[in-house]
């Protein structure tokens, strides 16, 4: 079984249930913080490197859905430096084994990938915010200064 570094949103049910997945799976899941992780260009890239620029992006964001940032019109170095301002744009989660890299959480890709076992996956998209399409603002996009405002808001 792999060891998986798992940069997540603490607090994220979605991230939360892909961590127990990989757990049921038999896979030594190493959670960190995708906030507090120093991030540099260069790290960044070593996981969104390969995919467009569009799909760099928490589609669940706030800034994305409310239409604020469009992920289709943004350049590499445009989309590059919002990411590192703000982890929280980062589409969720990163995850590594090795040398190997993943963002997002496709239950197919996974399994193709480190192996998923034959866990029951859920129903529905295991990438999907927990809290749906019409939710609090989904946990991309429910962005909060500190942890005590986010522990207030009564959605997690």
């Not at 892909?18 to 991030?39: D, M």
């Not at 992920?71 to 301002?85: K, Y």
């Not at 749906?132 to 005590?148: N, Q, V, Y």
Request: one cysteine or more; glycine letters at 10%; proline letters at 6%.
């Amino acid at each position: 079984m792999a060891i998986i570094t798992f940069y997540e949103k603490p607090g994220c049910k979605g991230n939360l249930r892909q961590k127990t997945l990989l757990a049921a799976a038999g896979h030594t899941v190493q959670a960190k913080n995708l906030k507090t992780e120093p991030w540099t260009a260069e790290r960044l890239l070593q996981f969104l490197g390969k995919l467009p620029v569009a799909r760099w992006f928490n589609p669940s964001a706030s800034a994305i859905k409310s239409g604020q940032l469009v992920p289709e019109n943004i350049s590499f170095e445009h989309a590059l430096q919002l990411l590192l301002e703000n982890p929280l744009l980062i589409r969720r989660p990163l995850m590594e084994v090795g040398d190997e890299r993943m963002v997002g959480f496709d239950a197919e890709a996974v399994n193709a990938w480190v192996g998923l076992n034959g866990v029951e996956l859920p129903a529905g998209n295991i990438e999907a915010c927990v809290h749906g399409p019409d939710g609090h603002g989904s946990c991309g996009g429910h962005d909060h200064e500190d942890e005590a405002e986010h522990a207030a808001c009564g959605t997690h």
